[in-house]
């Protein structure tokens, strides 16, 4: 009876390694194709998107990074401002923007919002294009600065 005991516990502990290895290679297995599926489709996202990274300094020493934000190829700087903050604008020959996120513009103490690119290791002000002309391209850095012309 010790010995048919033995035997079972034997044959049920091999029939349960056997199926937990089963089990773990199938899962790997399935894993590695969900690995190459991600991989490929990234490559199809990375095709029609950029990552452009944008800040937006309230000029009270408070500045607010969007790093690496994903956007559709040939995004204008305004739609792709739209998509991470909220703006207030009017149109006239083109957009301007008079706030952001609720930090409005100040025409008495002459602060307007501008927008500068990152260019040889300093921000500056790109003065032929518009907010609508400028496209983002990948890797992009921009700031909207609360500025104050004086």
């Known amino acids: 009876m010790k010995t048919n005991m033995w035997m079972i516990i034997s044959v049920i502990f091999l029939v349960w390694a056997v199926a937990s290895t089963s089990m773990a290679a199938s899962y790997f297995l399935t894993t590695q194709n969900q690995q190459k599926t991600i991989t490929s489709l990234q490559a199809l996202v990375d095709e029609v998107t950029i990552k452009a990274s944008i800040a937006i300094d309230y000029g009270n020493g408070t500045t607010v990074w969007y790093n690496n934000t994903v956007f559709p190829l040939n995004v204008n700087l305004f739609n792709a401002t739209q ?33 500068e690119t990152w260019v040889d290791g300093a921000w500056q002000i790109d003065w032929s294009t518009t907010v609508t002309t400028f496209v983002l391209g990948h890797n992009d850095l921009v700031r909207w600065s609360l500025h104050t012309w004086a």
């Not at 006239?92 to 996120?101: E, K, L, P």
């Open 83 to 115: 998509k991470i903050v909220n703006l207030t604008y009017y149109i006239s020959t083109d957009v301007f923007v008079t706030g952001i996120n609720g930090v409005m513009e100040n025409p008495s103490s002459a602060q307007y919002w501008v927008y």
